[in-house]
């Protein structure tokens, strides 16, 4: 099933991945209380394979990093997918949250995390305006750059 939000998608050259097996036991990519769904975080992947590895400010310049977050944000988008069979039953976007794999001097965490709170305004306007937090860590799962979780209004 292909909605408005995944043909917004594809305008913007964008493809939506399937969403991944988490690779730890016990742990759930979504689960869904009343009308909100918290997505687990999730790292960026690129043809299904984890991608960007490494830290920003070292590996990966600024601009890089906000790649890597948006890809990390297909990824949640491809756990809304899993959950509700359409992105379009998402009401408002709530929360996002981001861990920044940085070296301890790369102080621009906030703005790599521009790269997944831009395309989910890009996707859904108004109501994918949220509210975040951006953390720089020193180590991150799998070596990632970067990791994107978010709490969603849904229908």
């Known amino acids: 099933m292909c909605g408005v939000a995944e043909e917004k998608l594809g305008r913007l050259g964008l493809t939506l991945p399937k969403a991944a097996s988490p690779k730890v036991a016990k742990i759930l990519n979504w689960k869904r209380s009343g009308n909100l ?59 996002v949250k981001g861990y920044i794999n940085v070296e301890p001097d790369f102080t621009e965490v906030s703005a790599c995390l521009n790269g997944a709170s831009e395309l989910l305004v890009e996707l859904y306007g108004d109501p994918g305006q949220h509210t975040r937090t951006a953390i720089g860590v020193a180590s991150m799962p799998f070596g990632v750059a970067i990791e994107v979780e978010g709490i969603f209004e849904v229908s």
């Open 37 to 95: 769904l918290f997505i687990s975080g999730q790292v960026p992947r690129v043809d299904g394979e984890i991608s960007w590895i490494g830290k920003v400010g070292r590996e990966f310049t600024l601009e890089q990093g906000q790649q890597a977050a948006r890809d990390s944000t297909l990824m949640m988008l491809a756990c809304i997918k899993e959950a509700l069979g359409t992105l379009d039953k998402v009401e408002e976007i709530v929360r």
